[in-house]
């Protein structure tokens, strides 16, 4: 049992790191697939308390966006995690019947299906659930803006104070989906796309060269405006070694 501990005890971490890496997978024996919601069924015991407050927000925003996650079940389709993703299907098949059945064609609910029994090893079905609570998917910025693009196009309000009555706030429902706090939400949402290296370094070259050219140029009016008038000492100085100083530039510049 110590062995298969060790082997299931990363199962889901393993599976997270897969996405399209097909082998890796059926080594594991975990698969990618469907089951009726019906026939997703309830452990026994249960380790974690849902709140209905957090299953109607990720219910609301599996109606815009889908389910991001699968669920983990066993290999009797008995529920391993993702206890608040199962409540919140099922109230969303009774609260908004047509949004449910867009997102899920056929009444069949995307899972992955760990190989074991959880009623013949309950420790191992406790493991899988703990490692699915630490190893949330950890989302970019990219990703995170892209998933607000879509909650604001259904309706979601992004702005500061207490929403008014009837009014979706955006962060909240953000903050149940990729599990990340408020303040790391507002970050994401305000930081500016990055520019690649190369590109910045292309940018920034040109800006030199621009600016050397405008210098070039102010230096040689400046040198055409000496002739005919008397110069200070700092100016003579400055006229002797012009000439070498342009070609300087002139080179830099090109």
Not at 42 to 66: F, Y
Not at 70 to 94: F, M, N, Q, S, T
Not at 112 to 125: G, K, N, Y
Request: charged residues 30%; glycine residues 6%.
């Amino acid at each position: 049992m110590n062995d298969q501990k060790g082997k299931y005890g990363s199962l889901i971490r393993k599976a997270r790191q897969l996405d399209d890496q097909e082998p890796a997978a059926e080594q594991l024996a975990i698969r990618e697939s469907s089951i009726a919601l019906d026939q997703i069924m309830e452990r026994t015991v249960s380790t974690r308390l849902l709140s209905s407050e957090h299953v109607q927000s990720l219910a609301e925003s599996i109606a815009v966006i889908g389910l991001i996650e699968p669920l983990a079940v066993d290999e009797k389709g008995r529920l391993l995690a993702g206890g608040h993703r199962l409540a919140a299907i099922r109230y969303l098949k009774e609260a908004n019947p047509d949004a449910y059945t867009q997102n899920f064609e056929g009444d069949r609910i995307p899972v992955r299906v760990m190989p074991f029994d959880a009623e013949v090893a309950p420790d191992l079905a406790l493991q899988v659930e703990v490692a699915e609570n630490e190893q949330r998917r950890d989302y970019t910025v990219a990703e995170v803006k892209a998933l607000a693009e879509r909650l604001k196009a259904a309706g979601y309000i992004d702005r500061k104070g207490r929403p008014s009555k009837g009014e979706k706030p955006l962060l909240p429902a953000l903050e149940v989906i990729v599990g990340k706090s408020m303040s790391t939400l507002k970050r994401y949402l305000q930081e500016e796309p990055q520019t690649p290296k190369s590109e910045n370094s292309s940018n920034e070259l040109f800006s030199q060269k621009r600016h050397l050219k405008q210098a070039y140029k102010a230096l040689e009016k400046w040198q055409q405006g000496t002739e005919g008038r008397d110069l200070t000492i700092q100016e003579e100085k400055l006229l002797k070694q012009l000439p070498a100083f342009l070609k300087m530039v002139e080179r830099l510049s090109e």
